[in-house]
């Protein structure tokens, strides 16, 4: 069956430094690609997908590009922020009736000024 | 848009009662999902229902919990007897179709005392 491979965790780095969360997918056929950030005490928020390979999905200086050589759909970001403080999760869907999400394990993410 | 609306926030009930959990799908989403957070386990698909008609139920823990969906408008979850391994952060989902990703409530965090 489709399942989702995360990094594991935590994860801590100072303010501005560079990011990568690595993650990579077992699935047949060519599902979407997404990743969702969860703050504290809240729930999950689509951060950015990707339909097809070879498509850059990006949002708030966060970007993941859909490696179908790899199966990979790792996350990057240049400059981390403290606000970027949050768990990770990555998942992959198809599309059509009866279709859902399946989603990594998570990673959190800590920044410090 | 509200967004998925969930009730209550916060639910605090004793061992041996039962809890009802709400959710409000966005209006014109077709599917919608029920998950279980947790520290040890993550987060966990209970059901999920496509046009109202429960699709996979295969990750409700026991016949305790129970959930329906008599419209496209809202859904309930049940937890009848409740015992303190419920306790947990109860996430409602919706979406178009599972390839455009999910929009998730806020939430209801459930303590079993």
């Known amino acids: 069956g489709d399942s989702v491979t995360q990094m594991e965790g935590p994860v801590t780095l100072s303010e501005e430094a560079f990011l990568t969360i690595n993650c990579t997918y077992t699935?047949?056929?060519?599902?979407?690609l997404f990743w969702y950030v969860q703050y504290p005490g809240e729930g999950l928020q689509l951060l950015l997908k990707a339909t097809k390979a070879d498509d850059k999905g990006s949002n708030k200086g966060f970007e993941a590009t859909y490696r179908k050589e790899t199966t990979s759909f790792h996350l990057e970001k240049g400059s981390v922020q403290v606000s970027d403080s949050a768990v990770y999760f990555c998942?992959?869907?198809?599309?059509?009736?009866?279709?859902?999400?399946?989603f990594g394990k998570g990673i959190t993410l800590s920044v410090r000024p | 848009d509200a967004g998925v609306i969930q009730s209550p926030r916060h639910e605090v009930t004793e061992m041996g009662q039962e809890v009802t959990l709400r959710c409000k799908p966005i209006s014109g989403h077709n599917s919608l999902f029920w998950y279980r957070q947790t520290m040890m386990r993550g987060l966990e698909l209970l059901i999920y229902f496509n046009n109202n008609v429960p699709i996979d139920d295969s990750g409700m823990p026991e016949d305790r919990f129970s959930a329906k969906m008599p419209n496209a408008s809202f859904s309930t979850l049940k937890i009848q007897p409740s015992e303190p391994r419920d306790s947990a952060v109860y996430f409602c989902a919706s979406s178009l179709e599972g390839g455009y990703g999910y929009t998730f409530g806020s939430g209801t965090r459930l303590t079993v005392v």
């Open positions: 699935a047949t056929g060519y599902p979407s």
């Open positions: 998942a992959l869907s198809r599309t059509g009736a009866n279709s859902k999400l399946t």
